[in-house]
């Protein structure tokens, strides 16, 4: 049995095109397949969004919005990473600036006169961080418009009841945020993006 071994496998290894696709290329693949997708696992990692918050008057006078930036701004896992600037000139150049660095801004925020943010984003320019960016920019959109939604709502319910928000279920029921979907693992170990 041994020299059956021996002799089969001497007459594969005298084969180049065994040795080639069998060894060689898996191997050298394999070495391809590493070297491209060693920074995947670093790309899945979410970083807060970089914004221009443009900090005038208007900003000054919406305590509801600036109590809003600095939640969204604070801890471990927070939302925005937040750069103030005195003008809207100011922070759009703050954001062009920023269009070829790693991380650029995803752009600036403005206060209208109602306590109302406005999201001005950085115009596409087709670069490969673009893809990248235009995720963060829906981040930013999305965390002011569910700003504008609760506020509006609040007003809403004050306008109606201005009592509403004196009873603390009221207003940890308008304050919550429902949990619609639920992380669960298939597998013993953690799945990487790799």
């Not at 109590?67 to 990473?81: R, T, W």
């Amino acid at each position: 049995m041994a020299d059956t071994f021996k002799y089969v496998f001497l007459s594969l290894v005298r084969n180049k095109g065994i040795l080639i696709w069998a060894l060689a290329f898996p191997i050298v693949l394999s070495c391809c397949f590493m070297v491209m997708f060693q920074g995947l696992d670093q790309l899945a990692q979410t970083e807060p969004t970089r914004v221009v918050v443009v900090q005038d008057d208007a900003y000054d006078d919406s305590d509801a919005f600036r109590q809003f930036v600095d939640a969204a701004s604070e801890g471990a896992d927070s939302l925005l990473s937040a750069t103030f600037a005195d003008t809207p000139e100011e922070a759009e150049r703050l954001v062009n600036e920023s269009a070829n660095e790693d991380r650029p801004y995803a752009g600036y925020v403005t206060v209208g006169t109602d306590g109302m943010p406005t999201v001005h984003l950085l115009p596409e320019d087709g670069s490969a961080s673009s893809g990248v960016n235009n995720v963060y920019q829906a981040i930013l959109v999305r965390v002011m418009d569910v700003f504008c939604s609760k506020s509006h709502m609040i007003r809403e319910l004050l306008a109606k009841d201005p009592l509403f928000l004196a009873d603390p279920s009221n207003v940890e029921s308008v304050f919550q945020v429902s949990d619609v979907t639920q992380k669960t693992s298939l597998t013993e170990n953690a799945p990487r993006e790799s």
